[in-house]
């Protein structure tokens, strides 16, 4: 319907409310705003029902949306209660033919749920693995990845809620949070080449993944505080978007990077404002969509009081090669 839907929370204060903008995918001008009482973080939107999943993360539950009306129709709770709230949900990646949703967690206790989007109802929780964040979904294979840290650093999952494999870099021994050498913040897939591309937020790396073999098939570079990755067939490129800060160092600011698909150069590296964040590319894959976040940190040079997150619209070809 060429709209663009992006999740904004103004406020971690306990109680405030969260919203959807939704934009003109053409333009960005604002049509109109949705609001819900559970703040919103991951987004995922079924085209065949209309409906719009938003992750609930600090309530650990996903709210079901009408997309064209902006109407919430349900409210799935999934994450059970930890200290004073809930476990944490993150990404959701859809199968929309069987109606499944299959959820991440992101706590040091890693879980995946599995959700019956048709009857609204949870189906499976799956424990295993270490700090669950990342999702990619083969809806031909009916295997869903769910990527973090650890030993076995992304997890292969079948439709019916069981654990099938592991695919792992090797560099992890022990057990532990203190001992796991990477995470894998965020996943995307390349089903048709049999690939999975992970953005390491440890190294500051792509990883490319062999599913087949379940090997790192290769590393590229990107820069520190790496976020998200998106995979586009129609241009076969890689699209990586770091912030340039780590714990040690909260100043930098980071950029988005675009890595040839078929050998992995780094065609641009393009500087954004602080703080580059998450993907999504259209679905005929001509123009690349790149939230930005305002730096929250007043020790950071760019922040300032009251500043608003925003959204890039990247037309891929008129980027070229190498323009500006």
Do not use: C
């Not at 929370?9 to 609001?35: C, M, N, W, Y």
């Not at 790192?216 to 520190?224: D, E, F, L």
């Not at 393009?270 to 123009?287: A, Y």
């Not at 020790?299 to 608003?308: C, F, M, Q, S, V």
């Amino acid at each position: 319907a060429g709209l663009v839907f992006v999740a904004s929370v103004p406020s971690f204060d306990k109680g405030t409310p969260g919203f959807i903008h939704v934009l003109d995918a053409a333009d960005l001008h604002p049509i109109r705003q949705i609001q819900l009482p559970r703040r919103p973080f991951a987004l995922a939107l079924d085209r065949s029902t209309g409906r719009l999943y938003a992750g609930n993360t600090l309530d650990g539950s996903l709210t079901v949306i009408d997309a064209k009306g902006g109407q919430i129709l349900d409210t799935i709770q999934l994450g059970q209660p930890e200290g004073e709230g809930f476990e944490h949900t993150r990404m959701i990646a859809l199968d929309e033919e069987k109606g499944l949703a299959f959820v991440t967690s992101p706590g040091q206790k890693g879980v995946t749920w599995i959700v019956d989007t048709k009857a609204g109802e949870l189906l499976h929780r799956i424990e295993g693995g270490l700090w669950t964040a990342g999702a990619a979904y083969d809806a031909a294979a009916g295997r869903f990845y769910a990527s973090g840290g650890g030993i076995e650093e992304i997890a292969v999952i079948d439709a019916a809620g069981a654990r099938v494999g592991a695919i792992s870099t090797g560099d992890t021994t022990e057990e532990g949070a203190e001992a796991s050498q990477h995470f894998l913040v965020n996943l995307a897939i390349d089903a048709e080449g049999g690939r999975l591309f992970a953005a390491d937020a440890n190294k500051g790396a792509l990883y490319v993944f062999d599913i087949a073999g379940a090997k790192v098939a290769k590393q590229v570079p990107v820069g520190s505080g790496m976020l998200d990755v998106a995979y586009n067939p129609a241009r076969s490129e890689i699209y990586a978007t770091w912030r340039g800060v780590e714990r040690a160092n909260k100043a930098g600011t980071g950029g988005l990077a675009v890595i040839d698909a078929r050998d992995y150069a780094v065609k641009q590296r393009i500087p954004l404002p602080s703080h580059p964040n998450s993907l999504e590319v259209s679905e005929d894959g001509r123009t690349l969509f790149v939230t930005v976040k305002a730096p929250h940190d007043k020790d950071h040079p760019d922040y300032r009081e009251g500043a608003l997150d925003s959204l890039l619209r990247i037309d891929l070809e008129r980027l070229g090669e190498g323009g500006e």
